[in-house]
């Protein structure tokens, strides 16, 4: 795992909005007592969350909706963050 500054996180999180390539990505707090996991396929993005709110959304990636509900789950669990864990996995 690599850390990283929050705004560059934002930037990954909006290209994940975006069709491509099959990949998963994991975001954690330094004390990693919440985790945000989005998993992009080829038409639809996972979106699990432990922290704040537990839960776990699929969104299709062809509506829009998918961008609007990744911003939201990560401002949701990084408030106040300044630097984020980042494990990245690419299929």
């Known amino acids: 795992m690599k850390s990283i500054n929050v705004k ?4 990954l999180v909006k290209a994940l909005a975006k069709a ?3 990949t998963k990505v994991t975001l954690l707090t330094r004390k990693k007592d919440r985790q945000l ?7 639809a993005v996972v979106i699990d969350e432990r922290g704040f ?3 776990q959304i699929s969104l ?10 990744l911003l939201q ?3 949701r669990e990084f408030p106040r963050s300044h630097q984020l864990y980042l494990h990245q ?3």
């Open 60 to 69: 299709n990636l062809s509506d829009g909706q998918a961008k609007h509900a």
């Open 20 to 22: 491509g390539p099959v």
């Open 37 to 43: 996991t989005i998993e992009r396929g080829t038409a």
């Open 8 to 11: 560059q996180a934002e930037r």
């Open 73 to 75: 789950a990560f401002k």
């Open 53 to 55: 709110y537990t839960g």
């Open 89 to 91: 996995e690419k299929d």
